[in-house]
């Protein structure tokens, strides 16, 4: 089982793989999030954990960009018989605000990014 999360500073996003579907699941806390993911993991027993990874276009480092990558050691630390792997997020917030557009509700954007990138990292594993 399969869990994403699209990780910011103040709130995460979380989506959840079941029988090849994705569904997004909760808008958490930041400091929430650990505990959060600890529920997950053993109710929907999740092998794989899927962080955005925030580059830019042009594949430059940026601030968020490091910071998600030090959560990510953080989360290998914390869960360390959980994979742990990133994928590219520079498309899914376009796509989400294509989707939220064509459903007329902006405020799913984030909830329908986090299964973008989770449906993303899905896909590249084919």
Same mark, same amino acid.
């Given at each position: $089982? ?5 990780? /910011?500073? &103040?709130?995460? /996003? ?30 929907? &027993? ?14 430059? %480092?940026?601030?968020?960009?490091? &910071? ?14 959980? %994979?742990?792997? /990133? ?15 064509? $459903?007329?509700? %902006? ?17 590249? &594993?084919?």
């Amino acid at each position: $089982m399969y869990l994403s999360i699209d990780l /910011w500073d &103040k709130r995460c /996003w979380i989506a959840i793989e079941q029988a090849g579907i994705v569904f997004p699941k909760e808008i958490v806390l930041r400091p929430k999030l650990l505990q959060t993911l600890k529920k997950y993991i053993s109710e929907y &027993k999740i092998t794989i954990i899927v962080v955005w990874l925030p580059y830019d276009l042009y594949w430059k %480092n940026h601030k968020q960009l490091q &910071k998600t990558q030090e959560y990510i050691k953080y989360l290998q630390s914390q869960f360390p018989s959980i %994979n742990i792997e /990133w994928c590219d997020e520079r498309f899914t917030s376009f796509a989400a605000d294509e989707i939220s557009l064509e $459903m007329w509700d %902006n405020s799913k954007r984030d909830d329908i990014a986090a299964a973008l990138i989770l449906e993303t990292y899905l896909e590249q &594993k084919k």
